[in-house]
């Protein structure tokens, strides 16, 4: 898909989509439940539906209607064998599921694609073989085959929360108790505590023993629910970048409690308005991506803990400073840094490439709404937010897509 942009402001209301972060936490939860559960304000994202299918496979039962998954789980002990998990292009979808699949001791593949499957998962490679347990990825899909065990984990707390998360949704079903210990510096805790919360509502107890000790409890099993996903302050930070930009955007449908940790987003954009900041994203690597445009559209800025950008849906560290570059912005990319020079932007002369990557291509969104441009790879947006230009169109921007 191809997406012109014409030079426009933003002006209106406009509600936040869902956030993916919990609606993957809430469905995994209700699928490993043999009560019915009800989940509102689930949006149909690639992402999203990779989750569905993998619960899917695995023998849950599920009806989408009105934006609304009504869903029905079963133990794992009664899971589909032998089953492949089909997990799309996502990244949390294959991390959850892995020590899923390890419960039942029987072998289960999950694929993806091709840079799915290089994405690091050492994590989990290193933990099957020091426990007896079989891991195997030939590039085309990861095989692995259990049983996991009850007991004490230790993990480095700079690896992705993915991992930690997943063994968190695995370890309460075991038939004895388990901890899971951090070492090193913690980063992404948020999303850790999100899945935590997710746990707690569907009836599952975790709980922090100090600051680098999960509790988890054996015996436990998952409950229904009746419940609502929360406004996504990762997207939303795209639409709200737009104020920055001579927009008025009120973007409504975010909890003021959440336990996000893109809802720093706030705070990262007053500091780009007001002068030209050091920004840390270590528990906020998603933001990377619209607080790099922002930087070169305005007084330029400093971002350090980059380096987890370089193993997302594609190395953003590299293609923002390639798009950056055609917009006339000076990008200067360390191991673990990012400068970015601020100043006026230039009408992109060449197409901008999204790099399949929906975080790229909606914030070339966000510049090409002052300089006008043209960005292939757009549908890389149905990732994570399928509307995202039909939203941007109800707020003033002029964009036009079409199918290559």
């Known amino acids: ?140 899909c990861i095989t692995v085959k259990g049983p996991l065990e009850p007991g004490d984990y230790t993990l480095d707390g700079g690896v992705s929360s993915q991992f930690i998360s997943g063994l968190l949704f695995a370890l309460p079903l075991l038939n004895g108790d388990s901890r899971i210990r951090l070492t090193g510096r913690i980063e992404s805790r948020s999303y850790i ?23 988890i409890k054996g015996d436990q099993k998952y409950g229904g629910m009746n419940t609502r996903v929360e406004g996504d302050y990762s997207n939303a930070a795209f639409l709200d970048a737009f ?7 009120d973007v409504t449908g975010l909890s003021d409690d959440s336990l996000q940790g893109d809802r720093v987003y706030k705070e990262h954009l007053e500091a780009l308005k007001k002068g030209t900041p050091t920004i840390s994203l270590a528990d906020c690597p998603d933001l990377g991506p619209v607080l790099f445009a922002l930087a070169a559209a305005l007084n330029g800025a400093t971002f350090t803990d980059t380096e987890r950008l370089k193993i997302k849906e594609s190395d953003r560290v590299a293609a923002m400073a390639q798009e950056l570059a055609k917009f006339g912005a000076e990008v200067v990319a360390d191991e673990n840094k990012v400068t970015i020079k601020g100043g006026r932007l230039k009408t992109p002369k060449e197409t901008l490439n999204g790099h399949n990557d929906h975080r790229i291509v909606m914030a070339m969104a966000v510049l090409a709404s002052v300089t006008g441009g043209e960005i292939t790879e757009a549908e890389a947006v149905r990732k994570s937010f399928p509307d995202f230009f039909e939203r941007l169109r109800d707020i003033g921007i002029n964009a036009v897509t079409t199918e290559e």
């Not at 505590?193 to 509790?215: C, M, N, P």
Request: aromatic share 8%; hydrophobic share 40%.
């Open 193 to 215: 505590d999100l899945t935590v919360s997710a746990l707690k509502q569907f009836g599952v107890i975790v709980s922090w023993e100090d600051d680098r000790t999960l509790y």
């Open 243 to 249: 104020n920055l930009l001579e927009g008025e955007v």
């Open 1 to 140: 898909m191809r997406a012109v942009i014409k030079p426009s402001k933003a002006k209106g209301i406009i509600t936040a989509p869902p956030s993916k972060s919990m609606a993957h936490r809430m469905l995994i939860c209700a699928g490993l439940s043999e009560k019915e559960s009800v989940i509102e304000n689930i949006e149909e994202s690639q992402d999203i539906l990779a989750t569905l299918d993998c619960l899917e496979v695995l023998g849950a039962e599920y009806k989408y209607e009105n934006n609304t998954v009504t869903i029905k789980g079963l133990p794992y002990d009664r899971f589909n064998h032998y089953a492949i998990l089909p997990c799309r292009e996502c990244g949390s979808t294959l991390r959850f599921f892995i020590p899923i699949c390890l419960l039942k001791g029987k072998a289960f593949s999950l694929n993806g694609s091709e840079r799915l499957l290089k994405r690091p998962l050492d994590v989990y490679e290193k933990l099957c073989d020091e426990r007896g347990m079989i891991f195997s990825n030939n590039g085309v």
